[in-house]
């Protein structure tokens, strides 16, 4: 069984950076793909980045793509989202999920999911 917690969001003005991490419990943790999604109030979850459990393979929505980067630390059963060039338009609530196996950008494939953490970037 893994468990997932998020921490370091917050409140940054536009252009700052943030680093969300995402601690696991267990100990297959290397054996689940790490997700990190998003949800703003009125919208669906979306997805942001993804990686493998082994960290070689990673994928990104194309509106973060250059400027937010995942990353994993399997000694530490960790996952990171580092966020540069905040916008406003990625204020939002951000869950960190895992999978079994290959990573995918469908929420609904994943089935460990954290408390979500807040994100919000003033103009």
């Known amino acids: 069984q893994v468990q997932l917690v998020e921490s370091g969001g917050g409140l940054v003005q536009a252009g700052d950076s943030l680093r969300l991490s995402c601690a696991a419990s267990?100990?297959?943790?290397?054996?689940?793909?790490m997700g990190w999604f998003r949800q703003a109030p009125g919208n669906e979850r979306e997805f942001v980045a993804a990686i493998s459990g082994s960290g070689t393979s990673t994928d990104y929505a194309d509106s973060v793509k250059g400027r937010f980067t995942i990353s994993r630390d399997n000694a530490k059963s960790t996952v990171y989202l580092q966020m540069n060039s905040l916008k406003p338009g990625d204020t939002a609530v951000y869950y960190c999920a895992g999978k079994l196996y290959g990573l995918t950008n469908i929420p609904t494939s994943y089935n460990k999911w954290g408390q979500g953490t807040q994100v919000t970037v003033s103009p």
């Open positions: 267990g100990r297959t943790f290397s054996m689940y793909a």
